[in-house]
C-alpha cells in the first residue's frame, strides 16, 4: 500500500441541533475569518479541520477529501420550503450551499491551500472510500499532501432505532479529520492497510490471515452486528474494544470520527476499524500510531 | 505497471433522444430541441428554455415520479453494458463511479406532487443521502464493487471519470461504470433563476451577446475497462483536479487555476498543448465562465489555442451530468468523423478573441481535451485518445 502517514487528526462531536453560534465561536479559536451566509454543514467540516490543522505546519499544495452521507441535504431541505411553501425564488447562497463541495471549498480557502477538491459520498462506507481515492492519489502522483475527513448532521441521520437493534446510540453531529501526507518524519501514526470486501467470509478470511503484529485495539461500524463483533472479536483477541458510537455518539460520519478519537486519546499502538455497508461489503481501516 | 482506461461501453439520455446514433446526427446537422418552462411555483409572468428529454407522454413533466427516475437510469445503465459486451461475471466485479448536482432531488419532487405534506420535512424523510441512486444501479444490476457518489456541482462525474480512469490505471481495479445523472428538478431551475444565470432564448457560448446558460437533463453512463474492446475506442491519458479559491461561484480573472489544471492534465498525460487536437470547452455562456476560460486557454495554449467545440447548445448545462454525457456526445461525434460546431455563435467578443468552431470539423485520430468546471472552485480537465499507438 502506498504511504499514508497521519500527521494530525482531530474529531469533533456536538450535540445535536446545538446553536450554530456555538459552532461559529468555536471556529473563532482557530481562525479570524468571520464565515457568513455559511450553514451548520459547513461550519462542521470548518470546526472539525480547523481543529486538525491547529498549530499544524501545512502544506501549501494540499487536496481537500471531504466524505459524508448526507452532506448538505439540511439546506436543500431549506430551499427546497422557500420554493414549495414560501412560493419565492430561493436565496442565490442558499441555493449555492444545497452544493456540498461549497464545505470544502471555504476549508481550502481559509487555509490557503491549493490542491485537488473532492467531496464523496458511499452508504456506510464513505470515510473508507474517500481514503480509496487517497490512496489512489498518493499512488499516481497526484497529490503529497491530503486533508481527509468525514462530516454529517446530526439531523439527517437515518440511523433509527430498529437499525440501531436496540443500542441506544445519540445522535450527535459529527467531524472527524487527519492531515496525511506521504512523509514519515513528523507523523504521529499511518493507515497501513484500507482493504475492501465484497463478502464478510472473504473479510474474515483476511482477517485470520493478516500476518502482522496482534491487534490492541478494535472498533466496529453501525451496521456490524452483536453476532459478527462476538465473531471477529473471538478471531483478533484483541486488547481492548472502542465502542466509539457507545461512548461519543452516532452522525453518518461516525467511522472517519471514531478513528480520529483513537488518534487522539487512545496510548494503544494498532487499531483495526471493521465496517460494513447494508449489501454486505466490508471495508477494514489498518492504523498504527506512534 | 500503469495502465490505460479505456471506453469500451456507453449510452445516454438527453433532449436529443436516447439512441446514440440519432443523437449523433442532431449534433451533425445542428438539430436542436428546446422547451420552454414556466415558473409556476413562485408564479413569475415568463417562461426560461430548458432542454427537457422529450420523447413521448411519459417524459412529460407532470408525469413524472420515482419510477421514471430509476427507468431513465436502468434504461442508460444496461444499454452501456449491453455496449460493452459484458457478461454476468464482468458485471459483478465492476466498480460504480456516480456523479450528479441534484441527486436524488428529483426523486423527492415527482413523489411531492402527489401529496400535500410539508415540504422539507417529507424531503428529509424521504432522501436516503448521497448514495442512494449508486446503491440502486449495484442492486438492480448485481455490480458488486465499491461505490463512489461523486458531489462536486458540475464537475460531478467528470471527477467520477477522473477517478474511475486512475484506478484502473494504478490497477487496483479492473474495471468501472461511470454515471452522470442530472433530471430535471426546481431545485437547480429555480435556483440558477436566482442567480439570473438562465439565458433569456437561445444559448450563444463565447459570443459576443451571451447572456447565460440553460439548464439541460441527461443520464449518461460509460464502462471503463483496462483494455480496448473495439478498434476506436477512447482511452484516458490523463486528468487532473484543482479548486480554485477565488470565489465560490466564479473563477479568478486570470483564470490561472483552470490553466493550472489544464497543464497538471497535460503533464499527467505526458503529452504538451501542441499535442492536443481540439478542445471540448465547458463554456457555460455566462460572462464569468467564458472570459475565465478564455483566459485560461490563453495561458495554456499561448497564440495557438486549438479549435475549441462547446456542446452545451446541443443537450443544455446539465450540470453534474455534464462530464459523462459531454464526453459521450463529443467522443461519438468524433468516431464519426467530425468535431461538433457551435450552434448559437455569431459575433466574437473581442474581449475574449475567441472564434469557436462554427461548422463541423473533420476529425479522424487524436488527442483531445475536456473542460469542465463548477462552483466550489471546482476545475477538471481531461486528456482523452482515440489513437492506435498510445496504449
Known amino acids: ?290 | 505497471m500503469k495502465r490505460r482506461a479505456f471506453v469500451t461501453g456507453k449510452a445516454m439520455i438527453c433532449s436529443l433522444g436516447d439512441s446514440l446514433e440519432g443523437i449523433v446526427d442532431a449534433v451533425r446537422h445542428k438539430r436542436i430541441k428546446l422547451a420552454h418552462i414556466p415558473f409556476n411555483m413562485v408564479r413569475l409572468p415568463y417562461t426560461r428554455p430548458y432542454y427537457l428529454i422529450n420523447r413521448n407522454e411519459r417524459d412529460n413533466l407532470d408525469n413524472r415520479s420515482a419510477e421514471y427516475f430509476y427507468a431513465i437510469l436502468f434504461s442508460a445503465v444496461s444499454r452501456a453494458l449491453l455496449d460493452a459486451g459484458l457478461n454476468r461475471a464482468e458485471i459483478k466485479d465492476m466498480h460504480l463511479f456516480f456523479g450528479s448536482t441534484s441527486m436524488d432531488v428529483p426523486v423527492f419532487e415527482g413523489n411531492h406532487r402527489r401529496t400535500s405534506a410539508t415540504v422539507s420535512g417529507m424531503f428529509l424523510q424521504s432522501s436516503f443521502g448521497y448514495g442512494k441512486i449508486a446503491g440502486a444501479i449495484v442492486e438492480r444490476f448485481g455490480i458488486g464493487g465499491n461505490c463512489y457518489s461523486f458531489a462536486t456541482a458540475c464537475t460531478s462525474s467528470a471527477n467520477a471519470l477522473l477517478y474511475a480512469a486512475a484506478m484502473i490505471s494504478e490497477r487496483y481495479i479492473e474495471r468501472a461504470m461511470v454515471v452522470g445523472y442530472d433530471l430535471f428538478n426546481n431545485l437547480g431551475f429555480y435556483g440558477f433563476e436566482a442567480l439570473k444565470s438562465i439565458a433569456a432564448s437561445e444559448y450563444r457560448p463565447f459570443d459576443r451577446t451571451r447572456d447565460g446558460l440553460i439548464l439541460g437533463e441527461a443520464c449518461g453512463t460509460v464502462v471503463l475497462e483496462g483494455r480496448r474492446r473495439k478498434a476506436g475506442d477512447f482511452m484516458h491519458l490523463g486528468g487532473a483536479n484543482l479548486c480554485d479559491t477565488y470565489s465560490v461561484t466564479s473563477n479568478d480573472e486570470e483564470g490561472s487555476a483552470a490553466a493550472e489544471t489544464m497543464n497538471r492534465a497535460l503533464k499527467q498525460a505526458g503529452i504538451g498543448p501542441e499535442d492536443i487536437c481540439a478542445v471540448k470547452a465547458h463554456a457555460t455562456g455566462t460572462e464569468n465562465n467564458d472570459r475565465t476560460e478564455c483566459a485560461a486557454m490563453r495561458a495554456t495554449f499561448g497564440r495557438h489555442i486549438p479549435p475549441v467545440t462547446c456542446v452545451k447548445p446541443f443537450i443544455g448545462h446539465t450540470v453534474g451530468a455534464c462530464g459523462v454525457n459531454e464526453m459521450i456526445l463529443f467522443t461519438e461525434s468524433v468516431k464519426a468523423g467530425f468535431v461538433p460546431s457551435t450552434p448559437g455563435f455569431r459575433d466574437v467578443d473581442e474581449n475574449l478573441n475567441l472564434t469557436p468552431l462554427t461548422e463541423n470539423m473533420e476529425a479522424g485520430e487524436g488527442i483531445f481535451m475536456l473542460n469542465y468546471f463548477g462552483f466550489g472552485g471546482n476545475c477538471t480537465t481531461l486528456i482523452l485518445s482515440n489513437k492506435d499507438n498510445k496504449g
Open chain 1, 1 to 290: 500500500m502506498s504511504e499514508m502517514y497521519i500527521h494530525s487528526a482531530s474529531a469533533f462531536t456536538g450535540e445535536a441541533n446545538a446553536d450554530i453560534n456555538f459552532l461559529k465561536e468555536e471556529i473563532r479559536r482557530y481562525t479570524q475569518e468571520n464565515f457568513r451566509r455559511v450553514n451548520r454543514f459547513i461550519l462542521l467540516s470548518l470546526l472539525g479541520a480547523l481543529q486538525c490543522v491547529h498549530r499544524q505546519p501545512l502544506e501549501a499544495a494540499t487536496a481537500v477529501y471531504l466524505t459524508t452521507e448526507d452532506g448538505n441535504l439540511g439546506e436543500t431541505a431549506d430551499v427546497l420550503d422557500e420554493i414549495y411553501t414560501s412560493r419565492s425564488l430561493p436565496k442565490p447562497f442558499g441555493f449555492i450551499n444545497t452544493m456540498s463541495n461549497t464545505a470544502a471549498f471555504y476549508l481550502a480557502r481559509n487555509l490557503g491551500i491549493r490542491g485537488r477538491n473532492i467531496t464523496v459520498s458511499s452508504q456506510h462506507l464513505s470515510f473508507e472510500r474517500g481514503l480509496d481515492l487517497l490512496k489512489a492519489d498518493f499512488a499516481g502522483g497526484a497529490e503529497r499532501s491530503a486533508l481527509i475527513g468525514g462530516v454529517d448532521e446530526s439531523s439527517l441521520s437515518r440511523m433509527n432505532r430498529e437499525e440501531q437493534a436496540g443500542r441506544g446510540w445519540r445522535m450527535v453531529d459529527g467531524s472527524g479529520w487527519f492531515y496525511v501526507k506521504p512523509e514519515k518524519e513528523g507523523a504521529c501514526g499511518a493507515f497501513t492497510e484500507i482493504m475492501s470486501f465484497r463478502d464478510g467470509p472473504s473479510c474474515m478470511r483476511w482477517i485470520r490471515e493478516r500476518e502482522r503484529s496482534p491487534v490492541e485495539v478494535v472498533s466496529f461500524g453501525a451496521l456490524i452486528g452483536d453476532d459478527e463483533a462476538t465473531a471477529l472479536r473471538k478471531t483478533l483477541r484483541p486488547s481492548a474494544e472502542f465502542d466509539y458510537l457507545r461512548d461519543y455518539g452516532y452522525s453518518g460520519s461516525a467511522a472517519a470520527c471514531g478513528v480520529g478519537l483513537f488518534v487522539r486519546l487512545f496510548q494503544a499502538k494498532t487499531l483495526l476499524h471493521i465496517n460494513r455497508d447494508q449489501r454486505g461489503n466490508y471495508a477494514v481501516i489498518e492504523l498504527e500510531r506512534y
